[in-house]
């Protein structure tokens, strides 16, 4: 179980880096779009320091892999999200992001409600030591293609308002919360492939996941979500939209993911009360958060570039 807490917290560290470099790399790209696919994995597969975010994502990639062998879905949520805080001061060193006072307490808030998840793992339920194995592969599809159609709707939408001149810039919550519903479905794939890694023989372990569903539904995500995750960090804060995005695949893979892999929710009343309330904040304040940026809009065009990092 250890083994498990220590590569969460290292995927943390992983995926914050990563997120951070490559929303470095990208502010000094032209400005990519998710209709110009090609041009957009041009440009980035140009420059090394985008490759080197990417390489830090794909190490906390196979750190993930060990998490969801060793611990309980809601219980690797619960310590990814911690990875907002390291994700926060980076991208305030680094990025010279500053978050609004409204953001920091939203954020704040996020923390606290996620911290009521993990508190619903304590006790001496066998749900804190459980991990769930299997889920039905007709299931998996009823949860996860529905997810994916929807992302990608929410997506286009926030990208037909965003092209609206009057409008003032998005912070990023639609863009965050459709990629944040991605990556949740490919959080549960990254989980069912886990569960392929000590089966038997290597070969027949790989033929067993090649006959599921969750290789495939990793290279929709896998696709879709470089494109649409990369035009959304280059236009909007990575302070801001990074954590949206965490909370939603967290909240996304804690629930149906518990749900689909069978894994046991809290019996005592206590327990419950705090996941049910946990999550319930957590999307109130998702819904309540800012949703043009007041900070890009108040600064010039020179004053813009000026601060964009080099």
């Known amino acids: 179980m250890w083994w498990g807490v220590a590569a969460a917290l290292l995927a943390n560290v992983l995926y914050s880096t990563g997120f951070v470099l490559e929303k470095r790399a990208l502010a000094a790209l032209p400005q990519v779009t998710v209709r ?38 809601a219980a690797a949520q619960g310590i990814f999200v911690s990875g907002l805080v390291l994700l926060v001061l980076l ?25 009521m998840v993990v508190l619903s793992l304590r006790g001496d339920g066998e749900d804190t ?12 599809l009823l949860v996860c293609v529905p997810s994916l159609a929807a992302g990608v709707w929410l997506y286009g939408s926030a990208e037909r308002r965003a092209r609206h001149r ?14 944040g519903v991605l990556y949740g479905v490919s959080s549960l794939a990254i989980k069912g492939v886990s569960n392929y890694l000590t089966a038997g023989g290597i070969s027949e372990a790989v033929l067993d996941l090649l006959r599921s569903p969750y290789p ?59 996941r049910l309330a946990g999550t319930a904040l957590a ?3 998702l ?10 809009a108040a600064q010039p065009p020179v004053a813009a570039k000026e601060l964009t990092p080099p």
């Open 166 to 179: 009057h409008r003032l810039p998005t912070t990023g919550v639609e863009y965050g919360v459709a990629v």
């Open 287 to 296: 819904l309540a958060m800012p949703k043009h940026d007041r900070q890009a």
């Open 91 to 115: 991208s305030a060193r680094l990025l010279g992001e500053e978050t609004t006072g409204r953001e920091r307490y939203a954020l704040g808030a996020i923390l606290a409600a996620l911290l």
């Open 283 to 285: 999307i109130t304040v």
């Open 216 to 274: 495939y539904l990793l290279l929709f995500t896998g696709a879709f979500g470089l494109v649409m995750s990369q035009a959304a960090l280059q236009r909007c804060r990575a302070s801001l939209i990074v954590p949206v995005c965490t909370t939603v695949t967290c909240l996304y893979t804690a629930v149906l993911g518990t749900l689909s892999f069978g894994e046991a929710l809290p019996q005592e009343p206590l327990r419950l009360a705090l």
């Open 36 to 73: 110009e696919p090609a041009k957009l994995l041009r440009l980035v597969l140009g420059s090394p320091l985008w490759i080197g975010g990417s390489l830090s994502l794909a190490a906390g990639f196979a750190a993930q892999l060990v998490v969801y062998r060793t611990l309980p879905i």
């Open 129 to 140: 030591v459980t991990v769930g194995s299997e889920a039905p592969y007709p299931l998996i």
